[in-house]
């Protein structure tokens, strides 16, 4: 994946901004949930009831890969839970949270973010990377099977490392050259 094949990433703080103005409960969390987990839109339509522990604060997210099931298990934060309790029927025990299709997530992810679902995902990765979260987390988080794979976000983080790189050149005593 080069940076040129996605096309629109969005920032932690763009994202934020737009997922405020999401008035209906379910669709703001389930963007919500979408940036927290870093999951694909697929995982997310898929959480259950009883994939959540409130206990624990974590949800089971389960992926349907080409050799089987895999299962990952990722903490949730106490206001994303809290979001998240408000929109489950508290009747009931078991059964999906999002009653909605990929291509239903797709247009309202359209409509709110101005973005696929995908992306988000991307976005959420790039935020991650750039903000120093160590890429094995990142990794673990999206359910990535391999590093390399994961390794990809580096590459979105060149202007990072471009000012990262002048920082150390300006530390280099008597870099002025005689030449």
Same mark, same amino acid.
């Given at each position: @994946?080069?940076?040129?094949?996605? !096309? #629109?990433?969005?920032?932690?703080? %763009?994202? *934020?901004? $737009?997922?405020?103005?999401?008035?209906?409960?379910?669709?703001?969390?389930?963007?919500?949930?979408?940036?927290?987990?870093?999951?694909?839109?697929?995982?997310?339509?898929?959480?259950?009831?009883?994939?959540?522990?409130?206990?624990?604060?974590?949800?089971?997210?389960?992926?349907?890969?080409?050799?089987?099931?895999?299962?990952?298990?990722?903490?949730?934060?106490?206001?994303?839970?809290?979001?998240?309790? @408000?929109?489950?029927?508290?009747? !009931? #025990?078991?059964?999906?949270?999002? %009653?909605? *299709?990929? $291509?239903?997530?797709?247009?309202?992810?359209?409509?709110?973010?101005?973005?696929?679902?995908?992306?988000?995902?991307?976005?959420?990765?790039?935020?991650?990377?750039?903000?120093?979260?160590?890429?094995?987390?990142?990794?673990?988080?999206?359910?990535?099977?391999?590093?390399?794979?994961?390794?990809?976000?580096?590459?979105?983080?060149?202007?990072?490392?471009?000012?990262?790189?002048?920082?150390?050149?300006? @530390?280099?005593?008597?870099?002025?050259? #005689?030449?």
């Amino acid at each position: @994946m080069s940076q040129f094949k996605i !096309k #629109k990433i969005l920032t932690a703080k %763009d994202y *934020g901004l $737009k997922l405020q103005s999401i008035e209906n409960n379910r669709d703001h969390v389930l963007f919500l949930m979408l940036w927290e987990t870093g999951a694909r839109i697929s995982e997310i339509l898929n959480i259950r009831i009883e994939h959540v522990n409130v206990e624990n604060r974590t949800i089971n997210i389960y992926s349907l890969k080409k050799k089987g099931e895999s299962i990952r298990i990722l903490p949730i934060d106490r206001e994303t839970l809290r979001k998240l309790s @408000m929109i489950i029927d508290p009747k !009931k #025990k078991t059964g999906l949270i999002f %009653d909605i *299709g990929r $291509k239903q997530a797709y247009v309202l992810s359209q409509k709110y973010l101005g973005v696929n679902p995908h992306a988000i995902r991307h976005s959420r990765a790039i935020d991650l990377i750039t903000h120093g979260t160590n890429v094995e987390i990142v990794r673990r988080l999206l359910g990535h099977t391999r590093l390399d794979v994961t390794q990809i976000y580096l590459d979105f983080d060149f202007e990072t490392m471009r000012t990262e790189l002048d920082k150390v050149q300006l @530390m280099i005593p008597n870099k002025e050259s #005689k030449i």
